[in-house]
């Protein structure tokens, strides 16, 4: 069982970064991807970023040249650095971890920007 335990969000004013991490229970580079969704209220939930065993990434347009993901595979952890936050960028933020069709998920961490 994959258990991911994601950390970070918090509270910030607009224009304001955060760095929120997710630590894996297991290696994470036996992952076929990680990513980063995120749920606004009331909104489904999205795909916000992917980093893949190849470290290629890509990222939903709503946050590109903002956000930022990566991984540290000796930490097992993957980040997700955002910057220039908006109150639109407010939500609960998951992190996803998928091997072939299996996929696992955190509990989520709540980031709320302010205007």
């Known amino acids: 069982q994959v258990q991911l335990v994601e950390s970070g969000g918090g509270l910030v004013q607009a224009g304001g970064s955060l760095r929120l991490s997710c630590a894996a229970s297991?290696?994470?580079?036996?992952?076929?991807?990680m990513a980063w969704y995120r749920q606004a209220p009331g909104k489904q939930r999205e795909l916000v970023a992917t980093?893949?065993?190849?470290?290629?990434?890509t990222y939903a347009d709503s946050v590109k040249g903002r956000f930022t993901i990566s991984r540290d595979n000796a930490k097992n952890t993957v980040f997700l650095q955002m910057n220039s936050l908006e109150p639109e960028d407010t939500a609960v933020y998951y992190c996803?971890?998928?091997?072939?069709?299996?996929?696992?998920w955190g509990q989520g961490t709540v980031v709320t920007v302010s205007s």
């Open positions: 996803n971890a998928r091997v072939l069709s299996i996929i696992w």
């Open positions: 297991v290696t994470i580079t036996s992952m076929n991807a």
């Open positions: 980093i893949t065993s190849g470290d290629y990434t």
